[in-house]
Nanobody, 127 residues
C-alpha cells in the first residue's frame, strides 16, 4: 500500500490550500473492494503528530480535530481511491508536515495509529 501526498506549499494566512492523497497497492478483497478509511495527521516542528481529519470508506462519516473544525474539509473520490483536505482560513499554527493515512478497520481519529502512512507534504502558512 502506498499513499502519495501532493499540494503542499506556502500559503498566506486566510487563504486556502487543497492537499491530495492518492492510494495505490493491493487491499484485501474483504474490505469493500479495496476502499479503506482514510485521513490526515500532521506534525509541527517540535511537536508530536496529531490527528487532523478522518473519513470512512464510503465517505459517509467524517471526524475533525477541534482545532480545524469549521475551517478544513475532508473529502474522498472513491473511484480514484483518493482523499483530499481543503484548508480554508489557515493560520500560522497550521504550519506542519501533513501525512495522509489509511486504515482497514477504523476511521482515522485522535488517539489511534493508522496502519498506513504517506511520506508527508510540507504546509507553511505565512502571517
Amino acid at each position: 500500500v502506498q499513499l502519495v501526498e501532493s499540494g503542499g506549499g506556502l500559503v498566506q494566512a486566510g487563504g486556502s490550500l487543497r492537499l491530495s492523497c492518492a492510494a495505490s497497492g493491493t487491499f484485501s478483497g474483504l474490505y469493500n473492494g479495496g476502499l479503506y478509511n482514510m485521513g490526515w495527521f500532521r506534525q509541527a516542528p517540535g511537536k508530536q503528530r496529531e490527528f487532523v481529519a478522518g473519513i470512512s470508506s464510503n465517505g459517509g462519516t467524517t471526524y475533525y480535530a477541534d482545532s480545524v473544525k469549521g475551517r478544513f474539509t475532508i473529502a474522498r473520490d472513491s473511484a480514484r481511491n483518493a482523499v483530499y483536505l481543503t484548508m480554508s482560513m489557515p493560520t500560522p499554527e497550521d504550519t506542519a508536515i501533513y501525512y495522509c493515512v489509511s486504515d482497514r478497520t477504523r476511521i482515522p481519529q485522535a488517539g489511534m495509529d493508522p496502519q498506513y502512512w504517506g511520506q508527508g507534504t510540507q504546509v507553511t502558512v505565512s502571517s
